[in-house]
């Protein structure tokens, strides 16, 4: 039996007990369930981001992956003999990649945003430490991630080199 003359200081300390409940109820509960909709294209390769320097390169307009081959200075710009990007579509619902050539990349019609249409983005493992809670990215540089609702997801990319990395991984676009 509850002594009533303690049951002030049931209450003083349930009051926080139950906030932090409720608060992580309202933070979690809405993202249960939820999982991306929309695929994403990207591409892979030795640095990938030489390949988009100065308005060059591969990139989304209009909808479709184009290339903008750089023109060539010898002064400044010597030709390189640089290995082609492969590209991926990566199906979010089986966590999985598949390899596309550039024309079959060009046929999709890909939304270059960071986010896509139902709320998720692809970003990097941070080096911060990472945070178990509020869905923060976790901390690995060396791994990609959905993330979303409070969720994030570690990817299971498929690359040109045997470690992810910053440059051998590029974002192209969400498939519409």
């Known amino acids: 039996m509850i002594n ?3 049951l002030p200081l049931y209450i003083a300390l349930a009051v926080p007990v139950l906030m932090i409940i409720l ?3 309202f933070i979690y509960l809405p993202g ?3 999982k991306p ?3 994403f294209v990207y591409m892979s390769g030795n640095n990938v981001y030489d390949y988009s320097y100065n308005n060059y390169g591969y990139s989304v307009q209009n909808g479709h992956a ?3 081959p750089q023109p060539v200075n010898n002064l400044t710009n010597p030709p390189q003999n640089q290995a082609q990007p492969q590209f991926y579509l990566y199906d979010t619902s089986k966590n999985e990649a598949t390899s596309l050539t550039f024309e079959q990349v060009q046929t999709y019609n890909l939304d270059p945003t960071n986010t896509s249409q139902d709320g998720y983005t692809v970003q990097q493992g941070n080096g911060g430490g990472g945070d178990l809670f509020f869905g923060s990215t976790p901390s690995d540089y060396n791994s990609w991630f959905i993330k979303g609702h409070n969720r994030s997801v570690k990817l299971n990319l498929k690359t040109v080199s045997s470690t992810y990395s910053y440059y051998n991984f590029r ?3 969400w498939v519409k």
């Open 66 to 68: 184009v290339y903008i």
């Open 4 to 6: 009533k003359k303690n």
């Open 23 to 25: 608060v992580a109820a």
């Open 37 to 39: 909709k929309y695929n």
């Open 171 to 173: 974002f192209l676009g």
């Open 32 to 34: 249960i369930g939820q």
